[in-house]
């Protein structure tokens, strides 16, 4: 119980550093962007408008400690402003139709690539120095060491230029209506598949590497030599002794992995003009559209955060040192 | 200066093992098969950006040439959309983006050192505060929080990139440090300093941080790995200087250009296949101080493993 409640208390604190670094830098930097986003609006607000817009960013001749809580205020009561590039839709507008695409993408990619590079690391660290533990490794850190970007490019051009077999761009064909009708979950499938493939080539390796290091660790430990001199059957040795506790210190690396995938999954989506949140944030800073950029930003963070609790919550589930507060993560 | 005669003793005894241990990792990196190729890999990447005036045939950014040519004996790599060579801005991006890389990873892991080693070793409400910092820069979504930054700040070259990547990009590092310090910090000879009057400054550096070099080395590593990535990142989001020459700044005229619909592999498959093979040295490089900091993935000792591991390595 004491280790939720110091997850959650970071968790509160991390989304109010996240929300302050958006607060502060516009302020920090020079050239004073906050002048340019307003000069933005310019044509396109009456005064009264104008004036608005800056209260609800907490841009005012007050003092900055007041600012700051007019932006809070901003920011609780869903006043995230309206998006330059698609005025005069408002940014939580756009953000809400973006934003799923992503989830569900880096989601559900992620925990392919988990599964896959956990199971495949079990299985080269118990065959360890055999052919596929001398090649797997390798070329899965080449793809890591890869830019996504450059593999998207490459998928793009071989597997849809040349062979026609996927689509070229964007989250789902023009000619299909967005609904829950079995053509239209195809076309999505569809249109997920190289993005998904760029994403996992990715992030797969540090999975995989991770896992059989930290299988050979544990299959070193005299509770598995003890076990297999007592004569445990190999594949329960494998899976219940050794995979199961080497297992652990994956879910603690999950925290520096999701930003990588996240940052990964901004490319990616630039490189196929997926409809999801990286792809409109890169959108948003050539247009500058500055509030969008923030609101971006913003839910990028949270959903970031969010996951690492979620995932924190679960470790606390598998390893009961830690539920009995023991154990420091 | 008046030096204290415990200190003296300590001192020897510390630094022989350091020389040993700095010794044993020159012949690992050269004994790990994977480690001497990424070491060569690597070496000759470094030399061609230190000589790449030398190597590269014409002027990057010279648009002389006829557009889109594909590879030939004049071009090799062929021609940009603006007639450029392809070969030789990927002989100047080798340099743009290998420095980049390189300075930022350094930067970072100086300022995670200064983080972790400071939070460990002294401990109590500076670790909280230090470590609070550092979980923050942890789990905030580096790229994302890079791309905000990058767009209040226009149109910057890639040093400046590498400057902001730097101060974004520590956070790992301190995490590590830190556990690493707080392990070596109750040791006899960090005591032993201590007792004979060293001040805090002079035992972290002189006593903890030698004796973690491999921790170092190999964050050293991930962490030029991650600016390499991020500064191409940047550029190929088009928020760099497009003027500069870089690994990135290619990938993103490639795409502004048509490369995909005019069948210009050729555009495309360089400047990421450099960028992979850079990333794939330094990770081989890697293999080698893993072995070194955790011993047990070098042992080919316990069961199971000895039938297969004779003919595995060497």
């Given at each position: 119980?004491?280790?939720?409640?110091?997850?959650?208390?970071?968790?509160?604190?991390?989304?109010?550093?996240?929300?302050?670094?958006?607060?502060?830098?516009?302020?920090?930097?020079?050239?004073?962007?906050?002048?340019?986003?307003?000069?933005?609006?310019?044509?396109?607000?009456?005064?009264?408008?104008?004036?608005?817009?800056?209260?609800?960013?907490?841009?005012?001749?007050?003092?900055?400690?007041?600012?700051?809580?007019?932006?809070?205020?901003?920011?609780?009561?869903?006043?995230?402003?309206?998006?330059?590039?698609?005025?005069?839709?408002?940014?939580?507008?756009?953000?809400?139709?973006?934003?799923?695409?992503?989830?569900?993408?880096?989601?559900?990619?992620?925990?392919?690539?988990?599964?896959?590079?956990?199971?495949?690391?079990?299985?080269?660290?118990?065959?360890?120095?055999?052919?596929?533990?001398?090649?797997?490794?390798?070329?899965?850190?080449?793809?890591?060491?890869?830019?996504?970007?450059?593999?998207?490019?490459?998928?793009?051009?071989?597997?849809?230029?040349?062979?026609?077999?996927?689509?070229?761009?964007?989250?789902?064909?023009?000619?299909?209506?967005?609904?829950?009708?079995?053509?239209?979950?195809?076309?999505v499938l569809k249109h997920a598949i190289l993005p998904g493939i760029t994403i996992f080539l990715g992030s797969f390796s540090g999975w995989l590497i991770g896992m059989r290091n930290n299988m050979i660790l544990t299959l070193g430990e005299d509770y598995v030599v003890f076990?297999?001199?007592?004569?445990?059957?190999?594949?329960?040795?494998?899976?219940?002794?050794?995979?199961?506790?080497?297992?652990?210190?994956?879910?603690?690396?999950?925290?520096?992995?999701?930003?990588?995938?996240?940052?990964?999954?901004?490319?990616?989506?630039?490189?196929?003009?997926?409809?999801?949140?990286?792809?409109?944030?890169?959108?948003?800073?050539?247009?500058?559209?500055?509030?969008?950029?923030?609101a971006a930003f913003l839910m990028i963070a949270l959903s970031v955060l969010l996951a690492n609790l979620l995932v924190d919550l679960l470790y606390s589930r598998l390893d009961p040192r830690v539920r009995a507060g023991g154990a420091t993560v | 200066m008046m030096t204290h005669p415990l200190e003296d003793i300590h001192a020897n005894e510390v630094n022989l093992p350091i020389r040993r241990k700095r010794f044993r990792f020159f012949r690992l990196l050269c004994s790990d098969r994977r480690s001497l190729v990424g070491l060569c890999l690597f070496s000759l990447f470094l030399l061609v950006a230190v000589l790449a005036p030398v190597i590269a045939p014409y002027n990057p950014l010279s648009t002389n040439f006829a557009m889109n040519l594909p590879p030939s004996y004049a071009h090799w790599f062929g021609t940009t959309a603006t007639g450029q060579d392809i070969f030789s801005q990927f002989i100047y991006g080798t340099r743009t983006t290998l420095t980049v890389g390189m300075g930022a990873g350094l930067l970072a892991t100086l300022i995670g050192l200064a983080f972790g080693v400071t939070a460990g070793y002294i401990g109590g409400w500076v670790d909280t505060v230090l470590n609070f910092v550092t979980n923050i820069f942890l789990v905030l979504p580096s790229l994302a929080l890079l791309i905000v930054i990058e767009s209040m700040v226009h149109n910057t070259t890639p040093w400046i990139n590498g400057l902001i990547i730097g101060f974004t990009g520590w956070a790992w590092g301190a995490r590590v440090f830190r556990a690493q310090t707080m392990s070596l910090r109750n040791?006899?000879?960090?005591?032993?300093?201590?007792?004979?009057?060293?001040?805090?400054?002079?035992?972290?550096?002189?006593?903890?941080?030698?004796?973690?070099?491999?921790?170092?080395?190999?964050?050293?590593?991930?962490?030029?790995?991650?600016?390499?990535?991020?500064?191409?990142?940047?550029?190929?989001?088009?928020?760099?200087?497009?003027?500069?020459?870089?690994?990135?700044?290619?990938?993103?005229?490639?795409?502004?250009?048509?490369?995909?619909?005019?069948g210009a592999w050729y555009w495309i498959v360089p400047p990421g296949l450099g960028i992979a093979l850079v990333g794939l040295s330094l990770v081989l490089m890697n293999f080698s101080i893993d072995q070194l900091t955790n011993p047990r993935l070098r042992k080919q000792g316990g069961k199971r493993r000895e039938q297969s591991t004779a003919r595995s390595r060497n």
């Amino acid at each position: 119980m004491k280790y939720v409640l110091s997850r959650l208390s970071f968790f509160i604190v991390s989304v109010w550093a996240a929300v302050t670094i958006n607060f502060v830098l516009p302020r920090m930097m020079p050239g004073n962007p906050a002048d340019a986003m307003f000069a933005k609006f310019q044509n396109n607000l009456t005064p009264q408008a104008m004036t608005a817009l800056k209260l609800e960013f907490g841009f005012s001749n007050q003092p900055l400690i007041v600012q700051y809580f007019d932006y809070l205020k901003g920011l609780i009561t869903l006043h995230w402003g309206l998006s330059f590039t698609y005025y005069p839709t408002p940014t939580k507008t756009v953000i809400a139709h973006s934003l799923p695409w992503t989830i569900g993408l880096v989601g559900i990619t992620t925990l392919i690539s988990v599964f896959l590079g956990t199971g495949l690391g079990i299985l080269i660290a118990w065959r360890r120095g055999g052919a596929l533990d001398n090649t797997l490794p390798i070329v899965s850190l080449f793809f890591q060491a890869a830019p996504y970007m450059w593999t998207g490019l490459l998928l793009l051009y071989f597997l849809s230029f040349k062979l026609g077999w996927f689509p070229l761009a964007h989250g789902y064909a023009l000619s299909v209506q967005p609904s829950w009708s079995i053509s239209f979950i195809l076309s999505v499938l569809k249109h997920a598949i190289l993005p998904g493939i760029t994403i996992f080539l990715g992030s797969f390796s540090g999975w995989l590497i991770g896992m059989r290091n930290n299988m050979i660790l544990t299959l070193g430990e005299d509770y598995v030599v003890f076990a297999e001199a007592k004569g445990v059957r190999p594949s329960r040795l494998m899976l219940m002794y050794a995979a199961r506790n080497a297992i652990l210190p994956q879910i603690t690396s999950f925290a520096i992995a999701i930003g990588n995938v996240v940052s990964g999954s901004i490319l990616t989506e630039v490189v196929f003009s997926y409809p999801g949140i990286g792809a409109q944030l890169q959108a948003a800073v050539l247009q500058q559209d500055y509030p969008l950029i923030q609101a971006a930003f913003l839910m990028i963070a949270l959903s970031v955060l969010l996951a690492n609790l979620l995932v924190d919550l679960l470790y606390s589930r598998l390893d009961p040192r830690v539920r009995a507060g023991g154990a420091t993560v | 200066m008046m030096t204290h005669p415990l200190e003296d003793i300590h001192a020897n005894e510390v630094n022989l093992p350091i020389r040993r241990k700095r010794f044993r990792f020159f012949r690992l990196l050269c004994s790990d098969r994977r480690s001497l190729v990424g070491l060569c890999l690597f070496s000759l990447f470094l030399l061609v950006a230190v000589l790449a005036p030398v190597i590269a045939p014409y002027n990057p950014l010279s648009t002389n040439f006829a557009m889109n040519l594909p590879p030939s004996y004049a071009h090799w790599f062929g021609t940009t959309a603006t007639g450029q060579d392809i070969f030789s801005q990927f002989i100047y991006g080798t340099r743009t983006t290998l420095t980049v890389g390189m300075g930022a990873g350094l930067l970072a892991t100086l300022i995670g050192l200064a983080f972790g080693v400071t939070a460990g070793y002294i401990g109590g409400w500076v670790d909280t505060v230090l470590n609070f910092v550092t979980n923050i820069f942890l789990v905030l979504p580096s790229l994302a929080l890079l791309i905000v930054i990058e767009s209040m700040v226009h149109n910057t070259t890639p040093w400046i990139n590498g400057l902001i990547i730097g101060f974004t990009g520590w956070a790992w590092g301190a995490r590590v440090f830190r556990a690493q310090t707080m392990s070596l910090r109750n040791r006899e000879f960090v005591t032993a300093a201590r007792l004979s009057g060293a001040s805090t400054l002079r035992v972290m550096a002189a006593e903890i941080i030698p004796n973690m070099t491999s921790v170092i080395a190999s964050n050293i590593i991930f962490a030029c790995l991650g600016a390499i990535l991020a500064e191409s990142g940047l550029a190929f989001l088009g928020l760099e200087s497009v003027n500069s020459v870089s690994w990135g700044t290619m990938l993103y005229w490639a795409q502004a250009g048509g490369a995909l619909l005019n069948g210009a592999w050729y555009w495309i498959v360089p400047p990421g296949l450099g960028i992979a093979l850079v990333g794939l040295s330094l990770v081989l490089m890697n293999f080698s101080i893993d072995q070194l900091t955790n011993p047990r993935l070098r042992k080919q000792g316990g069961k199971r493993r000895e039938q297969s591991t004779a003919r595995s390595r060497n």
